[in-house]
């Protein structure tokens, strides 16, 4: 795997191609044969696709941190996921809080 910068964010701000990016969501559908799962946070959903050795299956409504490479399909995007990992509710609350306490410090900075 390339050394690249992952971009905490949120489905919504998924809007590069080829960016490593790390969110968090739902699972809002998975399908067994091929691996392919949605993620939806709010009323944004993202498809994404399992890019991984590991066999991980997923059951609606689990709450996901996913770490992958966003693609450009159609007119949105995808993400070729690298990494998921099933989470809590405070895990979820936990990242939400940070994004906003990151963007406040980057808007702040001037960054």
């Not at 919504?12 to 939806?40: C, H, L, Q, W, Y």
């Not at 689990?62 to 990494?83: C, H, I, M, Q, W």
């Amino acid at each position: 795997m390339e050394n690249q910068v992952i971009k905490d964010t949120e489905i919504k701000g998924i809007k590069e191609d080829n960016v490593r990016v790390r969110f968090v969501g739902k699972v809002a559908s998975f399908d067994d044969k091929t691996g392919m799962f949605e993620v939806e946070n709010g009323d944004q959903r993202i498809t994404c696709l399992p890019n991984y050795q590991e066999s991980v299956k997923l059951g609606m409504s689990e709450l996901v941190l996913v770490t992958g490479k966003s693609v450009a399909a159609d007119s949105s995007f995808e993400v070729r996921a690298d990494s998921v990992k099933k989470i809590n509710i405070n895990d979820y609350t936990n990242y939400e809080k940070y994004l906003i306490i990151r963007r406040d410090l980057l808007i702040n900075n001037g960054s």
